[in-house]
């Protein structure tokens, strides 16, 4: 299914399309919850009439991919999510500007406990993207800022749930 | 992947990287929510390790609730003027 309004959310932040401001620093709140905020109000206008549950996973990857987005391509997990929500999507040409060629299709990354860790580290490695892929001290780092992102993000949504229930008087 | 275990035959890399893990598990348990109750507790790795999976697990489950939510109030509610309500309580 071809999801257009991922497809315009996606467009990197150097875009000639998005509003000429100068450019802020990564953190900054109005910036990453604009990128959000259009895609919310993409997929509500696009997809007025289908089913919740396609339109909340749709607005979950637009908040996963908002905070990949946003934590930009210096991490490690960052670069790993967006790379799997491109395969998700199949919108690689929009993004592999940069990506080297010759994606692999479908290889799964065995989680294989490693000598001199604690067990847990295999768990953790399953949910942090591009967790196999690390060393455990890297491991450790980027867990640390993907927390540090997903708490954020949860923050974000929380007060845009907020400001929804205020502006509707509950009947 | 690379199934070198060149690491372990080198006491000294391995006597630095540990107290990097140090670090870096005890900034770890600085993020998560139960911090200030276990602020004395550094020795169990582990225990930190596991809370961490927890909280990452927490954290999933509460963004596919919440965007459960923001769908259900999306399509309940009128467009424009809620957009424009929620940048401006957003932004300011």
Partial sequence: PSLPTLCNHLSPPSHPSLSPSP?????????SAFHFLRALSQINK????????LRSRRIRQAAYVSMACRAGRSRLWSRA??????????????????TRAGIAPKRLKVVRPRSGEPSRAEALRRLVPGGPGMDYCSLLDETA?????LSSQVQLMQKVVGSISCETPQP | MSSRRSRSRRPSSSRITDDQ??????????????????????????????DTCNYIRSL????????????????????TSDQAAIIRSLLM
């Fill in chain 1, 23 to 31: 450019p802020l620093p990564p953190e900054s709140k109005p910036m």
């Fill in chain 1, 46 to 53: 696009s997809t007025p009439k289908s089913s919740l549950l």
């Fill in chain 1, 81 to 98: 999510l967006l790379r799997r929500l491109q395969r998700r999507s199949r919108l690689r040409y929009l993004i592999s500007q940069r």
């Fill in chain 1, 145 to 149: 800022h993907y927390i540090q992102c």
């Fill in chain 2, 21 to 50: 893990i140090i670090d870096l598990v005890s900034k770890l348990q600085a993020l998560l929510p139960e911090a200030r109750r276990r602020s004395t507790d550094r020795g169990s790795a582990a225990k930190v390790l596991q």
């Fill in chain 2, 60 to 79: 999933h489950q509460e963004m596919d609730g919440l965007s459960e939510r923001l769908a259900e109030l999306l399509a309940t509610t009128d467009t």
